[in-house]
Nanobody, 125 residues
Framework: QLRLVESGGGLVQPGGSLRLSCAAS????????VAWFRQAPGKEREGVAC???????DVADSVQGRFTISRDGAKNTAYLQMNTLKSEDTGEYYC???????????????????WGQGTQVTVSS
């Protein structure tokens, strides 16, 4: 059974950092495109960062220069390093994975059929 489990969320002050993890089981994560999404209360889910099975990545303009996505094949896990956090980064963060062409990933929800349960990130003083 294909499963994704996020962890690493929490409460952090503005300007702080967090690293989220997305652990996969039941499949080889390296063969999939992986993306991180977030959703604030009352807002639509938005793509934050993605990485293709070839290792190319993309990030949303709103987090450019602050967030980095990576993956560790040996641990079958993807990560989202978040630095210089702002209050507007608050939300539930989800990882998603699906088979996309080798060099492609997407910041849109629709290509992904496999989702984790989410982890809450709150940026507040």
């Amino acid at each position: 059974q294909l499963r994704l489990v996020e962890s690493g969320g929490g409460l952090v002050q503005p300007g702080g950092s967090l690293r989220l993890s997305c652990a996969a089981s039941g499949f080889i994560l390296d063969r999939y495109a992986v993306a991180w999404f977030r959703q604030a209360p009352g807002k639509e889910r938005e793509g934050v960062a993605c990485i293709s099975s070839a290792g190319t990545s993309d990030v949303a303009d709103s987090v450019q220069g602050r967030f980095t996505i990576s993956r560790d094949g040996a641990k079958n896990t993807a990560y989202l390093q978040m630095n210089t956090l702002k209050s507007e980064d608050t939300g539930e963060y989800y990882c998603a994975a699906d088979r996309l062409p080798i060099s492609r990933c997407s910041l849109y929800v629709s290509p992904y059929d496999n989702w984790g349960q989410g982890t809450q990130v709150t940026v507040s003083s």
